[in-house]
């Protein structure tokens, strides 16, 4: 069956260190999101993607950057991790019509 | 996006129909109401959307008021597992590549269902 799956699930790092999230689908979606969710709040998008080699900037992408090389992955990297960026991460995926879109199970990180 | 506005919170006792309330009175002619659902620490779970016509699936059905400024989920016949954070979302219908592919979730309505 067709999935997305997030990795690490849980990751702790320190302040100053980049961290990379990875995300991988298999439904063979050209949309693929990344969400951020904090402790009783909804999702914030931080960055998406339309397709190989199209990234765009969501609503909190201070801090964040992302890379499509492929339909299957979209890697999520913290380039100087911050306290502030302890959160929960979710990717997304979905097809060209959008009305659906499917969520991994997430990564939980915390900063120090 | 058209901005939604949902009860923070709504009990429902089990084997009961539960009916979720949105308001969206600046939703435009070519914005479909979705709805998400997330049951703790889990990943947000798409359950319907609908544009004018009631909907109906194998989870839930939704009801549109004919102006189409407010909408309501109904679980026919809540369980414990519905128990979730259930998101009312408007936005433009997604078609290749566009912006109506992005999801802007708001606080959504935390519904407990009690045994």
């Known amino acids: 069956d067709a999935e997305i799956t997030q990795s690490p699930r849980h990751k702790i790092t320190e302040t100053g260190r980049q961290v990379t999230l990875a995300c991988h689908q298999t439904w063979n979606h050209n949309n693929m999101f990344w969400y951020r969710q904090d402790l009783g709040h909804g999702l914030r998008l931080i960055h998406y993607s339309y397709g190989v080699q199209d990234t765009n900037k969501g609503e909190v992408s201070d801090g964040y950057s992302v890379s499509r090389s492929n339909t299957e992955d979209l890697p999520l990297t913290l380039e100087s991790a911050a306290s502030s960026q302890t959160s929960v991460y979710f990717c997304?995926?979905?097809?060209?019509?959008?009305?659906?879109?499917?969520f991994g199970p997430g990564t939980r990180l915390t900063v120090t | 996006d058209a901005k939604t506005t949902q009860p923070p919170s709504m009990d429902c006792a089990e084997g009961r129909a539960a009916n979720l309330p949105c308001n969206h009175s600046?939703?435009?002619?070519?914005?479909?109401v979705y709805w998400y659902r997330q049951i703790h620490s889990q990943g947000p779970q798409y359950i319907i959307h609908?544009?004018?016509n009631n909907e109906t699936n194998e989870m839930a059905s939704l009801i549109i008021t004919e102006d189409r400024k407010s909408s309501t989920l109904i679980l026919p016949h809540a369980t414990l597992r519905d128990t979730a954070v259930y998101y009312c979302?408007?936005?433009?219908?997604?078609?290749?590549?566009?912006?109506?592919?992005?999801?802007?979730f708001g606080e959504g309505t935390q519904l407990t269902v009690n045994p």
């Open positions: 979302i408007v936005r433009v219908r997604a078609g290749g590549e566009t912006s109506g592919s992005r999801l802007t």
């Open positions: 609908g544009l004018k």
């Open positions: 600046t939703i435009s002619g070519n914005e479909y």
């Open positions: 997304a995926s979905s097809d060209r019509t959008g009305y659906e879109q499917y």
